[in-house]
């Protein structure tokens, strides 16, 4: 089994809901859902072109998948996850967009923002102690001889190329969409999700995920809400 801790809307969101019946699968509840309808791109190629997303489930990756270090439990990871989201106030993107990363389409801020990056960082530092060491063959399977000198180092200290310095905050809408389909992609997403881009975006919960065997799809273990400051306030000495 793996797990990865994400960042995820409520299962009752709006945006989970918009998300899980654009990608076709709902990793709260289980339910699957048709292929939507984009002009000028065939529901067989929406469909392939939304399966690797619709496997991972609409999310941000905050620690990417990791088997349990020897020794450790899950539930000793669920543990630190309540104690660190009890501890972690929620906060706002101030503007989300629709953007690309390569030929991926996903939800993206406008911006970098510094009190993201430090809050990815630290969830990368702090869950360390549970990840296993990653195999040769995950090591191969991320290709190292093709990554810059910091994803190559990156993927030898945290297991992943796209932490720290290195982090874009993004949830995947779709595979490797070609040129050709790119903008009626575009069009149909920024209308799809027109009621979540050009506003902020709430930081205020965590969610762990599970890949009960390898390939198989991620379903949600656990979503919990971070802190609000007023939470804070009460607890501090």
Do not use: C
Request: hydrophobic share 45%.
């Amino acid at each position: 089994m793996r797990y990865a801790i994400y960042f995820s809307p409520a299962a009752d969101h709006p945006l989970t809901t918009t998300a899980s019946r654009w990608l076709g699968r709902d990793a709260f509840t289980g339910e699957t859902f048709p292929t939507p309808d984009v002009a000028g791109i065939s529901t067989g190629d929406v469909h392939a072109l939304t399966a690797d997303p619709r496997r991972y489930a609409f999310h941000a990756t905050l620690k990417a998948p990791f088997e349990l270090a020897e020794g450790n439990t899950q539930e000793e990871l669920l543990e630190a996850f309540e104690d660190f989201a009890a501890s972690t106030p929620a906060f706002d993107i101030p503007n989300v967009v629709i953007g690309q990363l390569g030929r991926f389409f996903a939800l993206v801020p406008d911006r970098a923002y510094p009190v993201l990056q430090d809050f990815a960082a630290e969830i990368v530092e702090d869950f360390e102690p549970f990840r296993a060491p990653l195999s040769d063959a995950d090591i191969a399977r991320r290709k190292p001889e093709s990554l810059s000198p910091e994803h190559r180092a990156n993927l030898e200290r945290w297991g992943y190329p796209y932490v720290m310095d290195e982090f874009r905050f993004h949830m995947t809408l779709t595979g490797q969409v070609p040129p050709e389909q790119a903008p009626a992609m575009r069009d149909a997403l920024e209308a799809r999700f027109a009621d979540f881009i050009n506003v902020p975006l709430a930081i205020d919960g965590l969610a762990i995920f599970v890949e009960a065997e390898r390939g198989a799809p991620f379903t949600a273990l656990r979503h919990i809400p971070l802190a609000s400051v007023s939470d804070l306030r009460k607890t501090a000495p």
